[in-house]
């Protein structure tokens, strides 16, 4: 159902409570999600993105309701990947000459797609189209999170369509921040940001900079997912500063994999060594075969600093060890350090392995890495308790 944002704005997108994971697999969305479309309605009307795939025939439908389709004049699309864009071809059916507006890198990425020759306009920042009394001005933002990608602000009445930049995976009717939990928003948020924009924190904290100079009046920042800022948008800004700048709590992660308990037990005597020399200190454990991996890799990006610990399994470290580290490879993490662990039988190559892998991720080592035969006896556990009080004053 669509709903009246300003009188020029209603949100005409798809809240899908249904969504549990994001690009496959990959992210956790247990609090489903939102594809947020924008139809601006002025002296000339203006439709600000589209909808996951999936939606397609119902988008189109939904829309007509709010406005017969031949009266959209312009189509703006921030952003391509398929939750933004796939809606297009069901849209372009019905209107195939509407000019799509976009940046260059984002008509290749369309054309990609679908492999339609549509009515294409190239934009860059600082690049405008006037609709009467409201002004869309384009700005660029690539690599938030793809190639393509772009912000539009709409003067007159002071909204940032910020597309997957401040948005947050989260199903609600209610649209707005201030009337939701906003701690649950804002988990979100960070995971979002942890999990799919940490990669391209450089790029985030200089185009966040660029905004905030441009001194722009705010009264939304509408993004393509989760609710729409309006009484938070200096703490979301606030936020997106922080985060953007190789963000760390007093807080260190130890991440695990146990077959018999025995790096379990080994995790739970580093967790107390670390309390024991620090009450300030906060200490999350985090098993990797049971915990979701995004919640995992959210804590390992509040964090000072990340322990890892797996048995050795065929010369090597488990399989949930080896995911969460390709996926800690990935989002670049900067300015954190990192210890390995581990118990083992007869080979014990797991610690110095994921040490290996650490350092390629781009984690400072704390040490060599700690190691206990068989199952830790009180001897081992002091031995660990040890290991975490010394962990403490290097972290």
């Given at each position: 159902m669509a709903k009246q944002l300003t009188d020029h704005v209603t949100w005409v997108g798809k809240v899908d409570w249904e969504?549990?994971?994001?690009?496959?697999?990959?992210?956790?969305?247990?609090?489903?999600?939102?594809?947020?479309?924008?139809?601006?309605?002025?002296?000339?009307?203006?439709?600000?993105?589209?909808?996951?795939?999936?939606?397609?025939?119902?988008?189109?439908?939904?829309?007509?309701?709010?406005?017969?389709?031949?009266?959209?004049?312009?189509?703006?699309?921030?952003?391509?990947?398929?939750?933004?864009?796939?809606?297009?071809?069901?849209?372009?059916?019905?209107?195939?000459?509407?000019?799509?507006?976009?940046?260059?890198?984002?008509?290749?990425?369309?054309?990609?797609?679908?492999?339609?020759?549509?009515?294409?306009?190239?934009?860059?920042?600082?690049?405008?189209?006037?609709?009467?009394?409201?002004?869309?001005?384009?700005?660029?933002?690539?690599?938030?999170?793809?190639?393509?990608?772009?912000?539009?602000?709409?003067?007159?009445?002071?909204?940032?369509?910020?597309?997957?930049?401040?948005?947050?995976?989260?199903?609600?009717?209610?649209?707005?921040?201030?009337?939701?939990?906003?701690?649950?928003?804002?988990?979100?948020?960070?995971?979002?940001?942890?999990n799919i924009l940490n990669t391209y924190s450089p790029m985030a904290a200089k185009k966040l900079q660029e905004i905030l100079a441009m001194n722009l009046p705010l009264q939304l920042i509408a993004p393509s997912h989760g609710i729409i800022w309006r009484k938070h948008i200096a703490d979301i800004i606030d936020r997106y500063t922080r985060w953007s700048n190789n963000y760390q709590q007093h807080q260190v992660t130890i991440v695990y994999d146990t077959m018999w308990n025995s790096t379990r037990t080994m995790a739970e005597g580093i967790a107390e060594g670390l309390r024991q020399a620090d009450n300030t200190l906060t200490v999350k454990l985090m098993n990797a075969s049971k915990d979701d991996k995004n919640d995992i890799l959210t804590e390992v990006f509040r964090s000072k600093a990340v322990l890892v610990g797996s048995p050795t399994i065929n010369n090597g470290y488990s399989y949930a060890i080896a995911g969460i580290l390709e996926m800690m490879r990935g989002l670049k993490f900067k300015q954190k350090k990192a210890a390995a662990f581990g118990s083992y039988g007869w080979g014990g190559e797991a610690v110095k392995l994921i040490n290996e892998h650490l350092q390629t991720a781009g984690f400072a080592l704390l040490n060599e890495g700690l190691r206990l035969q068989w199952v830790p006896t009180e001897e081992g556990i002091n031995q660990c308790r040890d290991y975490g009080r010394n962990l403490a004053s290097l972290i």
């Amino acid at each position: 159902m669509a709903k009246q944002l300003t009188d020029h704005v209603t949100w005409v997108g798809k809240v899908d409570w249904e969504l549990k994971h994001f690009h496959g697999q990959e992210l956790s969305t247990f609090r489903g999600s939102s594809y947020n479309a924008y139809l601006v309605q002025d002296q000339k009307t203006a439709l600000i993105d589209t909808v996951w795939q999936p939606y397609d025939v119902e988008f189109v439908r939904h829309l007509k309701e709010v406005i017969n389709l031949s009266k959209i004049d312009y189509i703006v699309m921030n952003h391509n990947e398929i939750d933004h864009s796939g809606s297009l071809v069901e849209l372009m059916r019905e209107i195939p000459n509407t000019p799509i507006y976009c940046t260059k890198k984002g008509e290749a990425i369309i054309r990609g797609h679908y492999h339609q020759d549509w009515n294409f306009v190239n934009v860059r920042t600082g690049d405008t189209l006037t609709l009467g009394d409201t002004t869309l001005t384009f700005i660029e933002a690539p690599m938030l999170h793809w190639p393509d990608t772009m912000f539009s602000y709409l003067s007159g009445d002071n909204i940032l369509f910020s597309n997957d930049g401040f948005g947050q995976h989260f199903a609600s009717e209610s649209l707005y921040d201030d009337c939701v939990e906003l701690d649950e928003v804002m988990y979100e948020a960070e995971k979002y940001y942890a999990n799919i924009l940490n990669t391209y924190s450089p790029m985030a904290a200089k185009k966040l900079q660029e905004i905030l100079a441009m001194n722009l009046p705010l009264q939304l920042i509408a993004p393509s997912h989760g609710i729409i800022w309006r009484k938070h948008i200096a703490d979301i800004i606030d936020r997106y500063t922080r985060w953007s700048n190789n963000y760390q709590q007093h807080q260190v992660t130890i991440v695990y994999d146990t077959m018999w308990n025995s790096t379990r037990t080994m995790a739970e005597g580093i967790a107390e060594g670390l309390r024991q020399a620090d009450n300030t200190l906060t200490v999350k454990l985090m098993n990797a075969s049971k915990d979701d991996k995004n919640d995992i890799l959210t804590e390992v990006f509040r964090s000072k600093a990340v322990l890892v610990g797996s048995p050795t399994i065929n010369n090597g470290y488990s399989y949930a060890i080896a995911g969460i580290l390709e996926m800690m490879r990935g989002l670049k993490f900067k300015q954190k350090k990192a210890a390995a662990f581990g118990s083992y039988g007869w080979g014990g190559e797991a610690v110095k392995l994921i040490n290996e892998h650490l350092q390629t991720a781009g984690f400072a080592l704390l040490n060599e890495g700690l190691r206990l035969q068989w199952v830790p006896t009180e001897e081992g556990i002091n031995q660990c308790r040890d290991y975490g009080r010394n962990l403490a004053s290097l972290i």
